[in-house]
Each structure stands twice: as structure tokens, then as C-alpha cells.
T-cell receptor, first 116, second 115 residues
Framework: AQKITQTQPGMFVQEKEAVTLDCTYD???????LFWYKQPSSGEMIFLIY??????QNATEGRYSLNFQKARKSANLVISASQLGDSAMYFC?????????????FGGGTRVLVKP | DTGVSQDPRHKITKRGQNVTFRCDPI?????LYWYRQTLGQGPEFLTY????????KSRLLSDRFSAERPKGSFSTLEIQRTEQGDSAMYLC?????????????FGPGTRLTVL
């Protein structure tokens, strides 16, 4: 069974600084995908970034980058130049590519609060 | 706006009542998912459809829960004889089977409160 662990329940970060959100995963399947979603207080899950298990390069999307360390089974999200609008819950999720439907397994989330 | 929409956004009901939620996915997306999220937790998978076929159901989906996607477009999730433990955010997501990363796009959710 797949498992996602986010060990940081909450973090404060100063505006304009970078923050790293930890995510470790456990799977026995060599083919999988890793996602990060942002959930503001409004409730909607917003897709941020994706990393495939066979991707050679770490994924980047604007201010978001994913530090993928396959041997350590970690997929940490780095948010650079934090903005007040980055205050939200952040969820790491994994998709088993071989599983029917590619359902997502989520971690427990990390709450980020950006201070001005 | 062509994102995923859900209706209603909030629902308050009394224990024992039936409730039904609706999800309208992104129009060309052939996969549709339902997740449940309780306070302070990540979403948990409930069920998914590929077109109109319901292909997988989680063991979280008790007999009181039923989901349909009659024409492969919108979907409904019904909870019969609601219990206080059903109080949660119900999230719908859709994806395109042929997309490389098959990322799921989520709706705003329906927050259910059972009194």
C-alpha cells in the first residue's frame, strides 16, 4: 500500500524568503507520480507541480520546485520568494501509475503562514 | 469558467436525512473522482468513474453512499441516512486520461455538516 508522510504540521515563513515543505513516500512500485497541491481557506485544491518517478530532472513551475530524491523516497516542495498569498495548506500526493484510475493518496498536509 | 464545479458549496442536514451532491467536471475530461476530506486531514479517495462506468470504490464508501455518472458528464454523490461521522468536505476532481501526467483538477468542494 502507498503511504505519504508530511511531518511538518505547520510552518511560519517570512515574506520573500524560501520555504521547504517535506514529503516522504512509500511504495513498492517503480512507476509512480508525485504531486503537490495547495489548498487555501476557500477549500479548492490547486495543482502546483508534478514529478514522475522516471523523470531525470527535478520539476519546476515558476516559484515552485520539487527536490526529488528517489533513493530517499522524498519529494520536497520548495517555494521561493514567498508571498502573502502563499499562506495555505499544502498537500503532497502520490499516484500509482499502474493502479486503475490513477487515484491519489494524500499526506496529512502542512499549513504555511507567510508573515509580512 | 471551465473548471470543475460543485453544488451545493455547503449543506447542513439533520442526522438520518438523505443528501445529494453534484459535480460538473471539465467538459472534455473522461475521468471523475470523489474524495472526502475531514478536518485537518488530507483527502481520501472514495470512488472514480471513467466515462459513465464506476470502476473503483473505496472501502470507505459504505452502503449508504452511492455515486452515479449517468451520461459520462456530471456526477452525483448521494448519502442516505446521514450520520454525524459523515460531516466532511466532499471534493470532486476530473482528469483527462490521455494527459501525460494525468493531473486531477479539483472543484471547490461541498462542505457537509450533519447535526
Amino acid at each position: 500500500a502507498q503511504k505519504i508522510t508530511q511531518t511538518q504540521p505547520g510552518m511560519f515563513v517570512q515574506e520573500k524568503e524560501a520555504v521547504t515543505l517535506d514529503c516522504t513516500y512509500d511504495t513498492s512500485d517503480p512507476s509512480y507520480g508525485l504531486f503537490w497541491y495547495k489548498q487555501p481557506s476557500s477549500g479548492e485544491m490547486i495543482f502546483l507541480i508534478y514529478q514522475g518517478s522516471y523523470d531525470q530532472q527535478n520539476a519546476t513551475e515558476g516559484r515552485y520546485s520539487l527536490n526529488f530524491q528517489k533513493a530517499r523516497k522524498s519529494a520536497n516542495l520548495v517555494i521561493s520568494a514567498s508571498q502573502l498569498g502563499d499562506s495555505a495548506m499544502y498537500f503532497c500526493a502520490m499516484r500509482d501509475i499502474k493502479a486503475a484510475g490513477n487515484k491519489l493518496t494524500f499526506g496529512g498536509g502542512t499549513r504555511v503562514l507567510v508573515k509580512p | 469558467d471551465t473548471g470543475v464545479s460543485q453544488d451545493p458549496r455547503h449543506k447542513i442536514t439533520k442526522r438520518g436525512q438523505n443528501v445529494t451532491f453534484r459535480c460538473d467536471p471539465i467538459s472534455e475530461h473522461n475521468r471523475l473522482y470523489w474524495y472526502r476530506q475531514t478536518l485537518g486531514q488530507g483527502p481520501e479517495f472514495l470512488t472514480y468513474f471513467q466515462n459513465e462506468a464506476q470502476l473503483e470504490k473505496s472501502r470507505l464508501l459504505s452502503d449508504r453512499f452511492s455515486a452515479e455518472r449517468p451520461k459520462g458528464s456530471f456526477s452525483t454523490l448521494e448519502i442516505q441516512r446521514t450520520e454525524q461521522g459523515d460531516s466532511a468536505m466532499y471534493l470532486c476532481a476530473s482528469s483527462l486520461l490521455s494527459a501525460p501526467s494525468n493531473e486531477q483538477f479539483f472543484g471547490p468542494g461541498t462542505r457537509l455538516t450533519v447535526l
